[in-house]
């Protein structure tokens, strides 16, 4: 994971790319969502959740019981764009899932509470 640090020089060039109608480079992009998992890791931190972002990382947070063998009951996955847009609050967890763009499978995977994660 990118140290925090590093935070907000990639969520900041990710987000203007998209404010200049661009797609951010994709180092600037992985940067951005390993950094903005190391935040919700630290937000939210436990192993009952596992939040994949492929291909850039996967954490698990939130408290609660801790998966140890398998798929994980519960499990959040979406892309690298809708996760940049859902962490930095200019996309709804509702809508995203509503649009398909986010799927969570499991009762502990609104992750809505503890989002937007900008601006620590």
């Not at 140290?3 to 900041?12: A, G, L, T, Y």
């Not at 939040?51 to 801790?66: D, E, K, L």
């Not at 398909?100 to 499991?106: D, E, I, K, Q, W």
Request: proline share 10%.
């Amino acid at each position: 994971m990118s140290p925090p640090h590093n935070k907000s020089e990639s969520v900041n060039q990710a987000l203007d790319a998209l404010d200049q109608g661009l797609e951010p480079e994709r180092p600037v992009l992985r940067d951005a969502v390993r950094a903005l998992l190391t935040v919700l890791s630290q937000r939210a931190p436990g192993r009952s959740v596992e939040v994949r972002i492929p291909p850039f990382g996967a954490i698990q947070c939130v408290a609660g019981p801790r998966h140890t063998r398998g798929t994980p009951p519960n499990v959040v996955e979406t892309d690298p764009m809708t996760w940049l847009l859902l962490a930095t609050g200019r996309l709804e967890w509702a809508e995203a899932a509503r649009d398909g763009r986010l799927r969570a499978s499991g009762i502990r995977t609104d992750l809505s509470e503890y989002l937007p994660l900008s601006g620590e």
